[in-house]
């Protein structure tokens, strides 16, 4: 599993100007199944997403699809764990 950490680094008029192909991006990442939660760190300084991949070869390649990355927006810091603890239920109710 990995955690991806974004940090925007460009005006976040910049940021908005992408954030609609962004969110595309995540949909279509979510429909796959290759993500798992994701949002905006606060204060609005980047964002997180947490997916699931095989490898950080795979990461990297979903990240090179990501509009944000594409057009130099934010810079991607990816954080490999294995799990080995869960929460029980539904991450969204549990949210």
């Known amino acids: ?8 680094k460009k005006p976040l008029s910049e940021v908005d100007r992408f954030l609609a192909a962004h969110r595309e991006y995540l949909a279509q990442h979510y429909a796959v199944g290759d993500f798992i939660a994701s949002g905006p760190q606060n204060p609005r300084v980047g964002g997180v997403i947490m997916m ?3 490898s950080r070869t795979a990461v990297d390649a979903i990240i090179a699809e990501d509009p944000f990355h594409i057009n130099g927006i934010a810079d991607y810091q990816i954080v ?4 080995t603890m869960f929460c029980n239920g539904d991450l969204k109710t549990i949210l």
């Open 1 to 8: 599993m990995f955690i991806a950490i974004l940090t925007y």
């Open 52 to 54: 699931k991949a095989d």
């Open 80 to 83: 490999e764990f294995t799990p």
